[in-house]
C-alpha cells in the first residue's frame, strides 16, 4: 500500500525536495540523536518498547498517571478521554459554567473540531484552530480568533464543534511545534504503526527530558 501511495505522490508531483535535518531541534547531537532513533524505530528487527526504552522515553501504564498537557492519540475517542481528565486536574476559576459536564470560563482555550461557515453573518470556523473564550453564559458564548483578533459570538449549543485542547489525533498535530512536555497514546495497539510513532516524536523541539 505504502509503495502505490508513494507511485501516486510521484505522479503528481514529479518533482519534490527532500528535506533530511529537522530544525525543530536546537543542537546538532540532538539532531544526530533524532537521525539514530528513526533508523531504529524503522529497523523492523527491533520491538519499537524496546527502542523507546533505549532513548530513555518514559512510559505509563494508567491515564491517572499523564499529566502533560499536550498528547498525541490515535483515536478520537482516546482523546476525548485525555482531554476529560487532564481537564480535570486543572483548578477551575470561581465564575466557571458547567456545561454538559465540562467546566469552561473565560480565558480558556478550545480547538474547533468541526468545520462551520455562516454566510449570512460572515462566521466562519476551522478545524483545529484555536480559539479562546472571552465570555461565556447559558445561552451564548464568545470566542476569539488572537491571529486574526476577530470576536466571534455563538449559542451555546455550538459548543459541540469544539474540544478541550489537551489532546489532538497524530494527523492534526502534522506540522506543529510543541515545546512543552507530551505523552503519546495508543503505541501498544494493533491499529498503529512505526509512521505514526515517527510524525508524533518528531513534533518534539527537545529530547532532553522525554516523556
Known amino acids: 500500500m505504502k509503495e502505490y501511495l508513494k507511485r501516486c505522490i510521484n505522479l503528481v508531483f514529479p518533482n519534490q525536495i527532500t528535506l533530511k535535518e529537522s530544525k ?40 491517572k498517571e499523564v499529566k502533560t498537557k499536550n498528547n498525541i492519540c490515535y483515536f478520537n475517542f482516546r482523546a476525548d478521554a485525555v482531554n476529560k481528565q487532564i481537564h480535570s486536574q486543572v483548578k477551575c476559576p470561581e465564575n466557571a459554567i458547567e456545561i454538559g459536564g465540562v467546566n469552561y470560563w473565560a480565558g480558556l482555550e478550545i480547538v474547533c473540531n468541526r468545520h462551520y461557515k455562516d454566510k449570512k453573518n460572515g462566521v466562519r470556523l476551522f478545524v483545529n484552530y484555536t480559539y479562546k473564550i472571552e465570555s461565556i453564559g447559558e445561552k451564548f458564548f464568545v470566542i476569539k480568533d488572537e491571529v486574526e483578533d476577530e470576536r466571534i459570538t455563538l449559542n451555546i449549543k455550538m459548543l459541540d464543534y469544539f474540544k478541550l485542547p489537551y489532546a489532538g489525533t497524530c494527523h492534526s ?36 527530558g522525554q516523556s
Open 24 to 63: 525543530r531541534l536546537k543542537t546538532i547531537e540532538q539532531r544526530q540523536k533524532l537521525k539514530q532513533l528513526k533508523e531504529d524505530i524503522f529497523n523492523s528487527n527491533k520491538p519499537i518498547f524496546e527502542v523507546l526504552k533505549k532513548y530513555g522515553f518514559k512510559t505509563v501504564s494508567e491515564m
Open 173 to 208: 498535530v502534522q506540522g506543529l511545534s510543541i515545546k512543552d512536555e507530551m505523552t503519546l497514546f495508543d503505541v501498544n495497539t494493533p491499529y498503529v504503526d512505526k509512521y505514526f510513532i515517527w510524525t508524533a516524536l518528531t513534533r518534539a523541539t527537545d529530547f532532553g
